[in-house]
Nanobody, 125 residues
Framework: QVQLVESGGGVVQAGGSLRLACAFSGRTFSSYAMGWFRQAPGLAREFVAV????????TYLNSVKGRFTISRDNAKNTVYLQMNSLKPEDTAVYYC??????????????????WGKGTLVTVSS
């Protein structure tokens, strides 16, 4: 069974940076596209970013393009989300997800094969 464990959340001032990490175990990591979703209080969970199994392609939510970077280290079975120039509206619980189909991610959270439990990111103004 696949397990995903996120880390790296915390409290940061607007304009600051955080790097989230998600450790994957239980299957062949490179066989899965990996992505990040987020859910702010009272709102639906939304797609943030996804990267292919090889790391060769990625897709982002428009509002984070140029500020967030997704990457992966297949030797360490870990995916990262580098978040720069953070804004208060980035405040949310960030979830890591794994799915064999890269194209499933941007359409929303439904149907992901596996989820982590989330890590809270709070951006203060």
């Amino acid at each position: 069974q696949v397990q995903l464990v996120e880390s790296g959340g915390g409290v940061v001032q607007a304009g600051g940076s955080l790097r989230l990490a998600c450790a994957f175990s239980g299957r062949t990591f490179s066989s899965y596209a990996m992505g990040w979703f987020r859910q702010a209080p009272g709102l639906a969970r939304e797609f943030v970013a996804v990267i292919t199994g090889s790391g060769g392609s990625s897709t982002y939510l428009n509002s984070v393009k140029g500020r967030f970077t997704i990457s992966r280290d297949n030797a360490k079975n870990t995916v990262y989300l580098q978040m720069n120039s953070l804004k208060p509206e980035d405040t949310a619980v960030y979830y890591c997800a794994a799915d064999r189909n890269y194209s499933d991610f941007p359409g929303g959270p439904y149907g992901m094969d596996y989820w982590g439990k989330g890590t809270l990111v709070t951006v203060s103004s």
